[in-house]
Antibody
């Protein structure tokens, strides 16, 4: 069974950094692209970042480009999101998701971790 | 700011057919496949339809997807009370080099 478990969320002040982790199990992690998607409570979904299976290729939403960095450690089956210079508008539930092979759809999702940016 | 536009709400009585539209542009729906996600309150989204019209294992065949030009739609046939949820379309956008979601549609079973 595929499992994706996010961690690292919490309450932080504007301007600080936070690193989210997503521990993967139940599949060959190194074979799949991964994504981070966020959702402001009560609002819609927003794609944040993407990374290829090897980690070679990354993409970012304009709203986080230059502040967030996606990475992965295939030896640890773990996906990361380094978030710097956090803003109030980054407050959201952050989900990691596994990309379906031969598709750009998000086949499996974690339960999410809440990041609150507030002074 | 969502690039894909959906109606904010849709509703129907049990057994009815409900259709949700998703309008995009040539850089997203017009040139890439569309996926649909279902989300219940307090839960993570779940993929309902991928590659325009394919259902993952376990998704009832009451759910179907289609795409034409720069628009797509999700149809729920034989609406059931457990279908009450939020539904989002999504597609890769070549201009943005990113994955874009629709604005979301809340389906209510009357």
């Amino acid at each position: 069974e595929v499992q994706l478990v996010e961690s690292g969320g919490g309450l932080v002040q504007p301007g600080v950094s936070l690193r989210l982790s997503c521990a993967a199990s139940g599949f060959t992690f190194s074979n799949y692209g991964m994504r981070w998607v966020r959702q402001t409570p009560g609002k819609g979904l927003e794609w944040v970042s993407a990374i290829s299976s090897s980690g070679t290729y990354t993409h970012y939403a304009d709203s986080v480009k230059g502040r967030f960095t996606i990475s992965r450690d295939n030896s640890k089956n773990t996906l990361y999101l380094q978030m710097n210079s956090l803003r109030a508008e980054d407050t959201a539930i952050y989900y990691c998701a596994k990309v379906r092979s031969s598709s750009r759809s998000l086949e499996d999702w974690g339960q999410g971790t809440l990041v609150t940016v507030s002074s | 700011q969502s690039v894909l536009t959906q109606p904010p709400s849709a509703s129907g009585t049990p057994g009815q057919r409900v259709t949700i539209s998703c309008s995009g542009s040539s850089s997203n729906i017009g040139s890439n496949t569309v996926n649909w996600y279902q989300q219940f309150p307090g839960a993570a989204p779940k993929c309902l339809i991928y590659n325009n019209n394919l259902r993952p294992s376990g998704v009832p065949d009451r759910f179907s997807g289609s795409k034409s030009g720069t628009s797509a739609s999700l149809a729920i046939s034989g609406l059931q009370s457990e279908d009450e949820a939020d539904y989002y379309c999504a597609a890769w956008d070549d201009s943005l080099s990113g994955y874009v979601f629709g604005t979301g549609t809340k389906v209510t079973v009357l």
